[in-house]
Nanobody
């Protein structure tokens, strides 16, 4: 079964950090670029970060640049999104996604004092 499963979300205070994980199964993970999206209530889905198949190039949304880091371990079939200096506006459900193949169920990140 083709699947992505996210974990690592939670409640964190402003200025705090979280690391999200995305574990892939059922397909050749190393053959695909991976995206991290987020969606907050009442807002459109936003592409947060993207990483190439080999993990040697990446892009970030302006809103998270310098605070978030995307990486992957193709041996473990896992991608990561390390988030630092979190702000209340980062509150959203975060999804990992392989375009036109599969999207995870999402993990909630809440930034609040």
């Amino acid at each position: 079964q083709v699947q992505l499963v996210e974990s690592g979300g939670g409640l964190v205070q402003p200025g705090g950090s979280l690391t999200l994980s995305c574990v892939a199964s059922g397909f050749t993970f190393s053959s695909y670029a991976l995206n991290w999206y987020r969606q907050a209530p009442g807002k459109e889905r936003e592409l947060v970060a993207n990483i190439t198949r080999a993990g040697d190039n990446w892009m970030y949304a302006v809103s998270v640049h310098g605070r978030f880091t995307v990486s992957r371990d193709n041996v473990k079939n896992t991608a990561y999104l390390r988030m630092h200096n979190l702000k209340p506006e980062d509150t959203a459900v975060y999804y990992c996604d392989v375009a036109r193949l599969v999207r995870g169920q999402g993990t909630q990140v809440t930034v609040s004092s």
